[in-house]
Nanobody
Framework: QVQLVESGGGLVQAGGSLRLTCVVS??????????LGWHRQTPGKQREFVAL???????TYSGAVKGRFTITRDNAKSTVYLDMKNLKPEDTGVYYC?????????WGQGTQVTVSS
């Protein structure tokens, strides 16, 4: 099994910044071969894609966060980060870390981000 544990959420004013951290553990043959990503669930909406750090193809972002959020991965630490800048109230939600190993997706428990106006 694969476990993902997020941290770093909190309350921040609009225009502020936060860094989310996700530590991955468990039965992954090599962390460097799996994608690591972030999704979020904002109030009243379904869970949506935020960012992906592919194992081979670089990083991708949703249009809503591109230019403001940066995803990075540290394979030596089995960790993926999401640096969020210029936060907006509409970024409020629960942020989930996700990976896919051997066709099975694993999710963290989520961390709450609240952006006040």
């Amino acid at each position: 099994q694969v476990q993902l544990v997020e941290s770093g959420g909190g309350l921040v004013q609009a225009g502020g910044s936060l860094r989310l951290t996700c530590v991955v553990s468990g039965t992954i043959e090599s962390i460097s071969t799996v994608p690591l990503g972030w999704h979020r669930q904002t109030p009243g909406k379904q869970r949506e894609f935020v960012a992906l750090a592919s194992a081979v193809d670089g990083n991708t972002y949703s249009g809503a966060v591109k230019g403001r959020f940066t995803i990075t991965r540290d394979n030596a630490k089995s960790t993926v980060y999401l640096d969020m800048k210029n936060l907006k109230p509409e970024d409020t939600g629960v942020y989930y870390c996700v990976t896919n190993a051997r066709g099975v997706s694993s999710w963290g428990q989520g961390t709450q981000v609240t952006v006040s106006s």
